[in-house]
C-alpha cells in the first residue's frame, strides 16, 4: 500500500462497514465514521423489523472495529482532513465517501409543520429510527396512508398490514414497483398486497396533507378526495447524499462521480455505495454497494487486479405474510422490444409467474413471482452474457428447473 495509511470511511452503512471489515482482514485500519445512534445495521430488512419478525439487534451487521459516533459537516481537501459536528478534525490520507441515500420528500402542501418538522404521524422510511418511530405508532386498527408504490412503499405497506393497520396505498404511476416488474407480475404483487387488506390506488397522486394541532390527519388526493389518516409513509424514492462532496467541490452529477477504481475527482477521495455514481449509474441497491465495496478493499490493498465495472443487479423481494410467503425477484429488461423472444409461465391458482426475454440469443431480463426455484441459473445465464443455444430447449429448462435457487 502507498499513501492509505490514514484510511478514514465516512458512512457506516453496508457499504462503509463492509469496506472497514474487507481491510481490517486486509490489515488495513480504518477510521469509519458513522452519525447514527444505533450499531449499523442492514437496511434491506427494516421492513422486517417494522412488520415485527425481526428485532432490530437481528439485523445489525458484524461490528467493525475502529468506529467513530460522529457527523461530518466538511471536507477539507487541501488539508486533507474532515470536520466533524463534534470533536477535533480527522486527518485521512486516503477519504471514502458511503453516506448512502436520502428518502426524497414530495412536494406536498402541508407536508412541513411552520416549524419546518414533518406532522406527527408522518414518516419516511429510510433508516432505524423511521423504522421504530413506524413500529411504535402503529396498532390494529390505525388508518395508514403509504404515500408510493415501489420497492420500498410496497414493503411498508406489508408490514404495516401485517401488524394490523389499515392501510391504504397511493401509488401516481399506473403499477405498482413499475422500474423493476412488468404488468403481469406487479398484478401479482398488487393482489398479495389486497389479499393482506391492502387498499391499493394506481395513478393516483396525493397533493395535500392536512394535520390537527400538528399531527397528521388526512392526505388530500388530486382530485379531491380526502383518505382519512393516523400514520403516512411516505416512500417516494431515494436521493444520493452528496452535499459534502458538493461543498467539497468534487464531481458530482446524481451522485458523486467515480471512475472504474472508485476514485472521484480528487484522487485521494474515493465513493461507493448508493452515494457514487459509476458509468452514469446511481444504483440504490445492496448488492452493487457490497461489489464496490470488495472492489475499493482490494485497490486499497494493492491489488493490481482490482476494479470495478459495474453490476448487473437482481431485485429480490420477500413479502411474508401470516398465511403464505410471496418471493419475487426481476433482472434486466422485462419490457419487450420488436424482435424479442419471451417464454412466459403463469399459474394464477398458485399464484406464480415466470417470465424471461432473449434477444439476439441472450438473457437479457426476467421475472419469477412466487417461484424462485430457477433465479440462480437465470443470474447466472444473465450475468454471463453467453448467447444460448438457438432452439430454444435451455430456455425453457432454465425457466423451469426447480432444482437450483441459489
Ligand atoms: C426499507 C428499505 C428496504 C430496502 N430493500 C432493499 C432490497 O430489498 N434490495 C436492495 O438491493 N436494496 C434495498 N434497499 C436499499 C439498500 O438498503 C441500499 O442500497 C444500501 O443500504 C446502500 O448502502 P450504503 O452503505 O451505500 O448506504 P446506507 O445504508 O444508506 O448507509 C449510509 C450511512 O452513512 C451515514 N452518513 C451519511 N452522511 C453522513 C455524514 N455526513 N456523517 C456521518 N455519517 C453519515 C448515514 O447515516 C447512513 O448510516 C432498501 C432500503 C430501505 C430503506
Redesign the pocket.
Known amino acids: 500500500m502507498t499513501s492509505n495509511s490514514r484510511v478514514v470511511v465516512?458512512?457506516?452503512?453496508?457499504?462503509?462497514?463492509?469496506l472497514a471489515r474487507r481491510l481490517g482482514e486486509l490489515g488495513t485500519p480504518v477510521t469509519l465514521?458513522?452519525?447514527?445512534e444505533h450499531r449499523?445495521y442492514?437496511?434491506?430488512?427494516?421492513?422486517e423489523v417494522l412488520a415485527g419478525r425481526y428485532g432490530p439487534e437481528v439485523i445489525a451487521l458484524p461490528a467493525p472495529a475502529g468506529l467513530t459516533r460522529?457527523?461530518?459537516?466538511g471536507i477539507d481537501r487541501a488539508g486533507r482532513t474532515v470536520r466533524?459536528a463534534d470533536g477535533p478534525p480527522i486527518a485521512y490520507d486516503t477519504l471514502v465517501l458511503?453516506?448512502?441515500?436520502n428518502?426524497v420528500l414530495p412536494p406536498l402542501r402541508g407536508l412541513f409543520t411552520p416549524d419546518h418538522e414533518l406532522p406527527e404521524g408522518m414518516h419516511a422510511?429510510?433508516?432505524m429510527d423511521d423504522?421504530l418511530g413506524l413500529s411504535g405508532a402503529v396498532r390494529p386498527g390505525i388508518r395508514a396512508v403509504v404515500i408510493g408504490g415501489g420497492?420500498?412503499g410496497v414493503?411498508?405497506a406489508r408490514a404495516l398490514a401485517v401488524r394490523g393497520a389499515q392501510v391504504v396505498l397511493a401509488q401516481q404511476s399506473e403499477r405498482l414497483m413499475e422500474r423493476q416488474l412488468d404488468p403481469a407480475a406487479s398484478r401479482f404483487v398488487r393482489r398479495h398486497l389486497e389479499d393482506l387488506g391492502v387498499e391499493v390506488h394506481t395513478e393516483c397522486r396525493v397533493r395535500d396533507v392536512r394535520s390537527v394541532g400538528g399531527a397528521v390527519r388526512s392526505v388530500e388526493l388530486a382530485d379531491g378526495y380526502a383518505l382519512g389518516a393516523d400514520l403516512v409513509v411516505l416512500a417516494c424514492g431515494?436521493r444520493p447524499?452528496v452535499?459534502?462532496a458538493q461543498a467539497a467541490g468534487l464531481e458530482v452529477r446524481t451522485g458523486v462521480v467515480v471512475d472504474d477504481g472508485l476514485r472521484t475527482s480528487d484522487p485521494h477521495i474515493h465513493a461507493?455505495?448508493?452515494?457514487?455514481q459509476h458509468a452514469g449509474q446511481v444504483?440504490?441497491?445492496?448488492?452493487?454497494?457490497l461489489e464496490q465495496?470488495d472492489a475499493l478493499a482490494g485497490l486499497l490493498a494493492g491489488d493490481p487486479a482490482a476494479r470495478y465495472t459495474g453490476t448487473r443487479?437482481l431485485?429480490?423481494?420477500t413479502l411474508t405474510g401470516p398465511h403464505s410467503p410471496f418471493d419475487l425477484a426481476a433482472f434486466g429488461e422485462t419490457d419487450l422490444r420488436p424482435g424479442d423472444d419471451v417464454v412466459q409461465l403463469a399459474d394464477a391458482t398458485r399464484g406464480t409467474y415466470r417470465k424471461v426475454v432473449v434477444r439476439d440469443h441472450r438473457l437479457v431480463g426476467g421475472v419469477l413471482v412466487g417461484e424462485l426455484g430457477t433465479v440462480g441459473a437465470l443470474a447466472r445465464a444473465w450475468e454471463g452474457a453467453e448467447p444460448l443455444p438457438s432452439d430454444g430447449g435451455p430456455l425453457l429448462h432454465l425457466l423451469t428447473n426447480e432444482g437450483d435457487s441459489r
Open positions: 465516512i458512512g457506516a452503512g453496508l457499504a462503509g462497514v463492509t465514521i458513522g452519525e447514527e449499523p442492514n437496511r434491506v430488512l427494516l421492513a460522529a457527523r461530518v459537516t466533524c458511503a453516506t448512502g441515500s428518502a422510511f429510510r433508516t423504522c420497492l420500498l414493503s411498508a431515494v447524499r452535499g459534502l461507493i455505495g448508493d452515494c457514487a444504483y440504490g441497491l445492496a448488492a452493487p454497494a465495496a443487479s431485485t429480490r423481494l
